[in-house]
Nanobody, 124 residues
Framework: QVQLVESGGGLVQAGGSLRLSCAPS????????MGWFRRAPGKEREFVAA????????HYADSVKGRFTIARDNAKNTVYLQMNSLKPEDTAVYYC?????????????????WGQGTQVTVSS
């Protein structure tokens, strides 16, 4: 059974950094587009960032542009989300998604391949 396992969340002060990792198990994901989403308390899930299967193209939500970077290492079968200059409004559970539709206009997540989520808390 294929699973996505996120790690790297935690508690950090505003202005700090965290790096999230998503490591699929059960198969390699070198040919899958990948995305990160988040859900803050009382809010809907929202898109954060996505990367094409080649790694040659990325998309970001306006709220994280210039602060977050998505990257992939297909040799390690891992996708990363480097988060810098964190703000309290970045507090959320962050989810990894695999196999969604990636285009010039954005990323539509796969309904099936979601991780369990990792908590990111940014204190002011």
């Amino acid at each position: 059974q294929v699973q996505l396992v996120e790690s790297g969340g935690g508690l950090v002060q505003a202005g700090g950094s965290l790096r999230l990792s998503c490591a699929p198990s059960g198969r390699t994901f070198g040919d899958y587009n990948m995305g990160w989403f988040r859900r803050a308390p009382g809010k809907e899930r929202e898109f954060v960032a996505a990367i094409s299967w080649t790694g040659g193209s990325t998309h970001y939500a306006d709220s994280v542009k210039g602060r977050f970077t998505i990257a992939r290492d297909n040799a390690k079968n891992t996708v990363y989300l480097q988060m810098n200059s964190l703000k309290p409004e970045d507090t959320a559970v962050y989810y990894c998604n695999a196999g969604g539709k990636y285009s010039d206009t954005g990323y539509v997540p796969s309904p099936v391949l979601w991780g369990q989520g990792t908590q990111v808390t940014v204190s002011s």
